[in-house]
């Protein structure tokens, strides 16, 4: 008798048990999540957007509007496979591709929620990350080419990074580097593209001796509500639940977006004797930056700190900018990669044990969680610039980079869209 339930048990009763449960709470606020981050493109494009001229202002929002469609239907064919499929320690398989067995059933990253949910949430920073990087080369890029500069970067810059953090057997993730919700795979991959690219492409036609003013700096404000509203999509959704974890990423994303925007307002007032609209704008988007490889592993003492040095020190490198002479046109090297590089670090410092479950440089006395953040960083970096500096050089010398200078005094809105933002003559 004793045989027959203990047979019972194991096979009625244990498979029950195993199997993993889908849980309806997490799964509505994932999908809540993942579009909130969506909105953040839409909100990019009327950040970057007001920035520009006139006569710029439809190819900039393009170049965030489109990645909506073709950066989903990357994602969808190959983009979630290299990125999150089996593989190796550098890119991920094919199991994926098109879809494949990606279903409501739960998957290998989250059993809580349904595997196509978890894809359509990582979809969503695939599609953000290179049109963080179009406000380097806004006003001066063709459409074709960034078009194509776009899905071969995606390929061979994202998904091998993202992989690297995030994925199965991914090496970065394997050494223990801590990148809560992208400030490695995004920001700091986006923002030295950035850098990248605007060497290969050049200056502006007239920049810097030409005023290139903001033409309507209502715009770039309500595009950084926006990022500001759906980024805590962004960092509490990576929490993959709606937990206590999701609440801390909340709360301290707030708290250093607020910080940075107001350390930045001071020091424009005791630099310029007046606080910008602009400056306030971009140091609130600094602040979000900077926290996100944090959030998940930080409290509210790390994101004050963390807030206050990503104030400082973006609104250093956008003022370092004209000594080095290169030309990115909206600062994304100075915001998300200088951003993204010290809110890693600062991860490894600030990192509290009872949060994230890892100690950091305060904490434990130790340097061994900063030197593999470090590590990441310029792994991260090194192989972002490289593969980029590549790419774009490929996309010049096939389709071409950059439009020629009389349509680039006429503006990329008529001579690339044969349209234009501001009809005022009707």
């Known amino acids: 008798m004793l045989k027959i339930i203990?047979?019972?048990?194991?096979?009625?009763?244990?498979?029950e048990t195993?199997?993993?449960?889908?849980?309806?709470?997490?799964?509505?606020w994932m999908l809540t999540a993942s579009a909130l981050v969506l909105l953040m493109t839409p909100g990019l494009a009327l950040f970057y957007g007001g920035m520009v001229r006139a006569k710029n202002v439809l190819s900039t929002l393009m170049h965030s509007f489109f990645a909506m469609g073709i950066m989903s239907i990357h994602w969808v064919v190959i983009g979630y496979s290299l990125s999150f499929a089996e593989g190796n320690s550098f890119i991920g398989g094919f199991d994926y591709v098109l879809l494949n067995g990606v279903d409501s059933n739960p998957g290998p990253y989250a059993d809580?929620?349904?595997?196509n949910v978890f894809m359509i949430f990582q979809m969503m920073f695939a599609i953000i990350?290179?049109?963080?990087?179009?406000?380097?080369?806004?006003e001066r890029i063709k459409f074709s080419g960034y078009v194509l500069f776009s899905l071969l970067w995606a390929t061979l810059v994202y998904n091998p990074v993202c992989h690297w953090v995030w994925g199965s057997g991914g090496w970065l993730g394997g050494l223990g580097a801590l990148d809560f919700a992208g400030g490695t795979v995004v920001h700091i991959n986006s923002g030295v593209a950035a850098l990248a690219v605007v060497l290969v492409l050049g200056r502006r036609v007239g920049y810097p001796q030409q005023g290139m003013k903001p033409h309507n700096l209502g715009l770039t404000v309500l595009g950084a509500g926006m990022l500001w509203f759906g980024w805590f999509g962004f960092n509490a959704g990576s929490a993959l639940a709606a937990d206590g974890s999701a609440a801390n990423a909340f709360v301290v994303t707030h708290i250093a977006a607020a910080v940075a925007a107001v350390t930045w307002a001071l020091i424009e007032s005791m630099q310029k004797g007046k606080a910008?609209?602009?400056?306030?704008?971009?140091?609130?988007?600094a602040g979000l930056v900077a926290i996100t490889p944090a959030c998940g592993f930080v409290g509210v003492g790390g994101a004050i700190l963390i807030g206050i040095g990503a104030g400082g020190l973006c609104y250093a490198a956008i003022m370092a900018k004209s000594r080095f002479g290169y030309d990115d046109s909206l600062d994304v090297f100075g915001v998300h990669?200088?951003?993204g590089a010290w809110g890693a670090l600062a991860t490894g410092v600030f990192a509290v044990a009872a949060i994230g479950g890892t100690a950091g440089l305060l904490e434990s006395g130790n340097l061994g969680q900063l030197g593999i953040q470090a590590t990441s960083v310029l792994a991260t970096a090194v192989y972002s610039f490289v593969v980029t500096f590549l790419i774009a050089r490929f996309v010049d010398a096939t389709v071409g980079l950059r439009v020629n200078e009389e349509q680039e005094m006429t503006g990329l809105d008529l001579s690339e869209h044969g349209e234009v933002g501001y009809n005022l003559s009707d």
């Open 6 to 15: 203990l047979a019972l048990f194991v096979v009625v009763l244990l498979p």
């Open 18 to 28: 195993a199997q993993a449960e889908i849980n309806s709470g997490d799964t509505a």
């Open 112 to 115: 809580n929620i349904p595997h």
């Open 129 to 138: 990350t290179p049109a963080l990087i179009s406000g380097a080369f806004a």
């Open 276 to 285: 910008s609209a602009l400056g306030v704008a971009t140091g609130a988007v």
């Open 337 to 339: 990669g200088i951003g």
